[in-house]
């Protein structure tokens, strides 16, 4: 694949002079349709040791406003970070609407090394490279350009440059031990990165390898690549600009399904309840603190019906936990930061930390449940959102956090009794809105859309509960008792 290059692709002294200047302009103004078409660019540059990647990524903070950009070496991952999956810290590096990230190693750096030392099977490789195929369609998914650029050298090439720099006292500090230990594996890494270039080179996401001997060369072909890029995205959007997608066609329930078929007459009378209430959030409390010095950490995830009680369940489980030991993160309509993201990112920055258990009163369900049956997304995007959400999940189990996703039912008359109640009951009055009620006159959609949601997302390993809530007393224990048997079979 590497053979591809130009090999010994020159560009002489002037015609280099001549062309940067009108590259640079043109990338300048470039930057500013990106801002107005509100695309962010994100670069990878990677490739050989001594191939000019430092170089070239400090040309392009030179070249363009670097104001907009953002640039990330990302070398090895620290404590706070490999305490969560291996994407956390790629997620809170993207770059927002109209801005660009470039990543000076990125999430193929690892993988490849760890291929390189055997530190990772080929199957553990391969399983890698999918997930990373996974992530950048994503991006792509979401409106992102994205440029991978991997600088070439032979290995002849490769030991010249890395001893032409040793040599001289003002560049001897570029090379390190670690380039020339990199080096002796040369064979190794080219075949391994040859592999990953290849199952990774997509239609959104291509590689471009550019042969990378001389410097001129190097950065006046990466330079107009960008520049190519920039121009062809923010002209396809602004050819491409439609009107705002039609109201969706509302899902219809199934006659027989999950939702309709939980028994919604389960309960508990009040005895019980308070006979076994502490008692389950006393285990719980012990639980945490053993989930806490075994470095483990937890998600919960409350969805249901509007007034289901899910903010009653949540506070009876923090009753049983130190409140150093978790955070409950409140999900409403995204901020003006979170809309220039892709979707997810605001949730994966507060996966927990090992150790901690992080509570989603509300959560990423909310594209596939109100986004999809408002309309405030297109069919594709919440079409697509089951596999990402799949993934998203999938990289927090690997990873050890224990994910627990909770779908609190009631009734559509319960409903309708405790939206009266609190529109007369003084201290419940901020609980109900007028968005409560229209929601009412889309409740088989919610229902369809439910069930399409459990039976696409509901996996071994991160599963649905399905929690009966017309008697809140019932739900509020079946929550604990499912909370304290996984942290059990988990920590015991």
Not at 77 to 95: A, G, I, T, V, Y
Not at 154 to 163: E, F, G, T
Not at 265 to 278: A, I
Request: with cysteine; aromatic share 10%; net charge positive.
């Amino acid at each position: 694949m590497f053979e591809t290059a130009e090999i010994g692709a020159i560009v002489e002294k002037d015609i280099y002079e001549k062309e940067a200047i009108a590259v640079r302009e043109q990338l300048l103004a470039a930057q500013r349709k990106l801002i107005t078409s509100k695309i962010p660019v994100i670069i990878l540059v990677s490739g050989n040791e001594g191939a000019g990647k430092g170089e070239l990524v400090n040309l392009l903070n030179e070249w363009m406003d670097a104001r907009l950009i953002q640039t990330h070496a990302m070398w090895d991952p620290s404590d706070e970070e490999r305490e969560r999956p291996r994407f956390w810290r790629f997620w809170r590096q993207l770059p927002p609407k109209g801005k660009m990230g470039i990543f000076f190693g990125s999430w193929y750096s690892n993988p490849i090394i760890d291929r390189v030392y055997k530190k990772i099977s080929q199957e553990e490789y391969v399983n890698e490279l999918k997930r990373i195929r996974g992530f950048e369609r994503m991006l792509d998914n979401e409106g992102a350009l994205i440029l991978k650029f991997w600088l070439h050298l032979s290995k002849k090439a490769q030991s010249q440059r890395l001893k032409d720099l040793q040599a001289d006292p003002d560049t001897a500090w570029k090379v390190t031990s670690l380039d020339w230990k990199f080096f002796k594996k040369y064979d190794r890494f080219k075949k391994i990165s040859e592999q990953a270039l290849r199952e990774t080179s997509t239609g959104e996401a291509p590689w471009h390898i550019i042969e990378a001997v001389d410097k001129r060369y190097r950065q006046l072909t990466v330079t107009k690549m960008i520049l190519g890029a920039i121009l062809e995205r923010t002209k396809r959007k602004t050819d491409g600009r439609s009107a705002d997608h039609p109201a969706p066609a509302l899902p219809k329930p199934k006659k027989v399904n999950v939702i309709n078929q939980l028994d919604l007459t389960k309960s508990l009378s009040q005895k019980e309840y308070d006979d076994t209430l502490l008692k389950l959030q006393g285990k719980l409390n012990l639980l945490a603190r053993k989930l806490y010095q075994k470095k483990h950490s937890m998600v919960l995830v409350f969805e249901g019906n509007d007034a289901a009680g899910k903010g009653g369940s949540i506070r009876r489980v923090i009753m049983g936990v130190d409140a150093r030991g978790y955070q409950i993160v409140q999900v409403a309509a995204p901020t003006e930061d979170e809309r220039n993201q892709p979707y997810l990112w605001r949730f994966w920055r507060h996966i927990p930390r090992q150790g901690k258990i992080v509570i989603f009163d509300r959560s990423w369900y909310g594209r596939v449940l109100v986004e999809r049956i408002e309309g405030f997304c297109q069919e594709t995007d919440w079409q697509r959102a089951y596999t990402e959400i799949n993934d998203f999940e999938d990289q927090m189990t690997d990873h050890g956090i224990i994910v627990l996703k909770f779908w609190l039912s009631i009734s559509a008359d319960e409903q309708l009794r405790r939206f009266k109640e609190r529109e007369t009951t003084s201290y419940k009055k901020y609980k109900i809105t007028d968005e409560d009620w229209r929601n009412r006159e889309k409740w088989d959609a919610y229902e369809a859309a439910v069930c399409d949601m459990v039976e696409k997302t509901s996996t071994r390993r991160a599963p649905w509960i399905l929690v009966e809530s017309n008697d809140k007393k019932f739900g509020r224990i079946k929550i604990l008792k499912t909370i304290i048997n996984r942290l059990q079979k988990r920590l015991d």
